[in-house]
């Protein structure tokens, strides 16, 4: 998922309060690099490194420096080219204190008869993830497959564990999410995580609290861990990070 550096590059990547960025990266080892100046903290740093690669991504998306044709310095969005949603470059989260930056922008699509249908756009932010759907979609079908995703990243889950996948599930239960339906998942620390979702615009209040270390951790795993559900959003990601290599 590296672009350039995609077969060299190890990364760990997870939320955390540490005020650094950590890197493991081949031949700059231990390299501790601030990615942004914003003030807020997000650790690439877990007890497991995830390994990016490119080759899974069916299409390499846009970041940054393509945002814009004529001041990429300068730009305000950056549009995923699959389903030409725009995200801004750096937005406020509901129930987060600073303002975050965006790391890079992909889509999910389920395959139906053998045919892809784009489900929705997201972009990964410093510890946050913004979801747009492209399609209406129930609640309950979401819910149901992100469940899925997370289930067999939990293997022994517990009391507290089951008791956040209840809270997370309550928010899609009886909802149906329609076209442009934003949801807005913020990680404030690797044990808290913030649920948010409004059909109407960017979210302005959080819809849930989610208390639990291995529910926040396989949720994460979900979109950038080894088996993405979105190849695009995680190549997109590594390509945005190896440009803070560099």
């Not at 939990?154 to 076209?179: H, M, N, Q």
């Not at 979210?203 to 926040?216: F, G, L, M």
Request: net charge positive.
């Amino acid at each position: 998922m590296l672009g350039a550096v995609a077969a060299s590059t190890a990364l760990c990547f997870s939320p955390s309060t540490h005020p650094t960025r950590t890197f493991v990266h081949r031949g700059v080892s231990n390299s501790t690099l601030p990615l942004s100046n914003h003030g807020h903290s997000f650790s690439l740093l877990s007890s497991t490194p995830m390994h990016f690669s490119s080759h899974s991504s069916r299409r390499q998306p846009l970041f940054l420096a393509q945002a814009a044709s004529s001041s990429a310095a300068n730009a305000e969005y950056v549009e995923e080219p699959a389903t030409k949603v725009k995200f801004q470059t750096c937005l406020n989260f509901p129930g987060c204190s600073n303002s975050l930056t965006l790391f890079g922008a992909g889509y999910r699509e389920k395959v139906f008869a053998i045919i892809g249908v784009k489900v929705y756009a997201a972009a990964s932010f410093e510890k946050s993830l913004q979801i747009i759907l492209v399609r209406d979609v129930d609640g309950q079908t979401f819910w149901d497959a992100l469940s899925d995703a997370i289930a067999p990243k939990i293997p022994a889950s517990t009391s507290v564990d089951e008791t956040a996948l209840t809270t997370f599930r309550g928010v899609f239960l009886d909802r149906p999410l329609k076209k442009g339906t934003f949801i807005l998942l913020t990680w404030l620390n690797p044990t808290k995580l913030l649920v948010s979702v409004s059909p109407n615009g960017f979210p302005s209040t959080v819809d849930a609290t989610i208390e639990s270390a291995n529910v926040a951790s396989a949720l994460f795993n979900v979109f950038l861990g080894d088996n993405p559900v979105s190849h695009s959003l995680k190549s997109s990601v590594a390509e945005g990070l190896s440009k803070v290599l560099k």
